[in-house]
């Protein structure tokens, strides 16, 4: 029967190939996962793409195979397949994460990089996070500030988060990162004083008005009341005083 149904994965017949998909879940061989991510490549189809992603996210055997067959998926440019690729890989948690480092994170393609940060944020574990934390200094901004925005997908493991945060707080040089970093820090609530330091030593470095307006916006969530008035003063110097004023209403009453 499995013989006959890996026959008709070379089907032209897309619902015939679906449906042979379908049935081939109760099989655990490898040679299954070969044959079904071949399929997802030459079909082009919706309804193809859907089986075989349900029956190699719930493949009962070796989970390894499945990681070294489906990272194959992004030599193709075909987004859904690439998209269906990270859904996989992350459903297997820490146990694809090898294979994503050796073939994703490694890579020199900086898409590369991104698609395994999009994995790693979705496994959100703590062997993640630490996979993560490297390309936090990438050389290509597309990837260091997508990690940056990533840390906040990692509540679980706050400390690890906070002491990457103090890290790469003085290596940030521009406005691109300054307002990833904010958005990091208030939309994905890190609050810890740990943080205040850096920021203030920051802070002293800049001299755009737009640049420290971000720095301000962050020191006010952490409830630095020390900076209200030069934040105000600030603010008025860009047009961004009732930004500042609504920041102190929002943030100044918590502890």
């Known amino acids: 029967m499995k013989e006959e149904l890996l026959k008709k994965l070379e089907s032209e017949d897309k619902r015939e190939v679906r449906e042979a998909i379908e049935a081939l879940e109760e099989f655990s061989d490898p040679e299954v996962v070969r044959a079904v991510v071949?399929?997802?490549?030459?079909?082009?189809?919706?309804?193809?793409?859907?089986?075989?992603?349900?029956?190699?996210?719930?493949?009962?055997?070796?989970p390894k195979v499945v990681c070294e067959e489906v990272i194959s998926l992004f030599e193709h440019p075909e987004p859904k397949l690439r998209q269906s690729a990270i859904d996989i890989?992350?459903?297997?948690?820490?146990?694809?994460?090898?294979?994503?480092?050796?073939?994703?994170?490694?890579?020199?393609?900086?898409?590369?990089?991104?698609?395994?940060?999009d994995i790693l944020a979705l496994v959100g574990s703590e062997r993640a996070l630490?996979?993560?934390a490297p390309l936090l200094e990438d050389e290509n901004p597309n990837v260091s500030m997508s990690a940056l925005e990533?840390?906040?997908?990692?509540?679980?493991?706050?400390?690890?988060?906070?002491?990457?945060?103090?890290?790469?707080?003085?290596?940030?040089k521009d406005m691109?990162?300054?307002?990833?970093?904010?958005?990091?820090?208030?939309?994905?609530?890190?609050?810890?004083?740990?943080?205040?330091?850096?920021?203030?030593?920051?802070l002293s470095e800049l001299s755009d008005p737009m640049e420290k307006h971000w720095v301000y916006k962050m020191l006010i969530f952490l409830g630095d009341r020390s900076v209200y008035d030069e934040?105000?003063?600030?603010?008025?110097?860009?047009?961004?005083?009732?930004?500042?004023?609504?920041?102190?209403?929002?943030?100044?009453?918590?502890?």
């Not at 193809?48 to 719930?58: M, N, R, T, Y």
């Not at 073939?103 to 698609?115: A, C, G, T, V, W």
């Not at 990533?150 to 940030?172: A, G, M, Q, T």
């Not at 691109?176 to 920021?199: H, M, N």
């Open 176 to 202: 691109y990162g300054l307002t990833t970093l904010a958005s990091t820090v208030i939309y994905g609530e890190i609050k810890d004083e740990r943080l205040v330091a850096p920021l203030r030593e920051k």
């Open 150 to 172: 990533y840390l906040r997908n990692f509540s679980d493991f706050k400390d690890r988060v906070v002491e990457l945060l103090v890290r790469v707080i003085p290596k940030i």
């Open 89 to 117: 890989l992350a459903s297997r948690g820490d146990l694809c994460l090898d294979v994503v480092r050796e073939r994703l994170i490694e890579n020199e393609d900086y898409n590369m990089k991104k698609f395994a940060l």
């Open 38 to 62: 071949k399929a997802l490549i030459a079909k082009k189809s919706k309804a193809v793409l859907e089986a075989g992603k349900s029956l190699l996210i719930s493949f009962r055997g070796d």
């Open 130 to 132: 630490e996979e993560l």
């Open 231 to 255: 934040a105000l003063e600030n603010a008025r110097a860009v047009g961004m005083e009732s930004d500042i004023q609504k920041d102190m209403e929002i943030f100044g009453g918590q502890e």
